[in-house]
């Protein structure tokens, strides 16, 4: 078997462990396990630190999610003689390495294995692999932040809304595959979220330091 699947896998583990939140907040003196929901992501660095943080640390999530899609694609662009791949193959390395990035970046060996979401890093990944479903993504996320101002609401159906974008545009069975397993993924690591919608105690855009 060859190792190349396995060093996809650890490449993007490694990418996706970058606790950019919790380097961030440890800049400005904080802990980001500590304060508001104990989340090291964007939204609660944005609640507790402000919206410049928040808004690097929503970048740099993304890019390490895009990095992670996009690595294979540009090193066979780069050298193609050294990185060998055809198309069906990019997409398998790449979906596995973008897989590698979301169990990172959610369970980081940097920071115990404790992490973020991975909202922000499969954005940024799936805007590489599959541009249409992300802005599909986007789009019922910014509709639903606008009508209800629940960030974890907004995000769990705009990765149901990849999910069902990667069926209904007809892409590849390991596609599909993964952005059902992402939309998953992203939806059971919003399990106390959910558990606060339903009690109505989650609270909205701008209403206090917790998310």
Request: charged share 10%; hydrophobic share 55%.
């Amino acid at each position: 078997m060859s190792p190349v699947p396995f060093l996809a896998a650890g490449a993007g583990y490694l990418l996706g462990a970058l606790p950019f939140a919790y380097v961030v907040a440890r800049a400005k003196g904080v802990d980001i396990f500590k304060v508001g929901s104990g989340n090291a992501g964007a939204t609660n660095v944005r609640r507790v630190l402000g919206p410049g943080p928040g808004a690097l640390v929503l970048f740099l999530d993304a890019a390490k999610g895009a990095l992670a899609a996009g690595l294979f694609p540009l090193l066979h662009w780069l050298g193609p003689e050294h990185c060998p791949f055809d198309a069906g193959s990019l997409e398998m390395l790449s979906t596995i390495c973008l897989v590698g990035a979301l169990l990172g970046h959610s369970f980081s060996c940097f920071t115990g294995f404790r992490g973020g979401k991975s909202v922000a890093t499969a954005a940024g990944g799936f805007a590489v692999l599959f541009p249409a479903g992300a802005g599909c993504a986007l789009v019922v996320f910014g509709l639903t932040l606008a009508l209800f101002r629940y960030v974890a609401l907004s995000s769990m159906l705009g990765a149901v809304a990849l999910a069902t974008a990667s069926v209904v545009l007809g892409r590849s069975a390991l596609l599909i595959g993964v952005a059902c397993g992402a939309a998953g993924f992203v939806i059971l690591r919003h399990r106390s979220n959910i558990s606060r919608l339903l009690a109505g105690t989650e609270l909205r855009v701008g209403s206090g330091p917790k998310n």
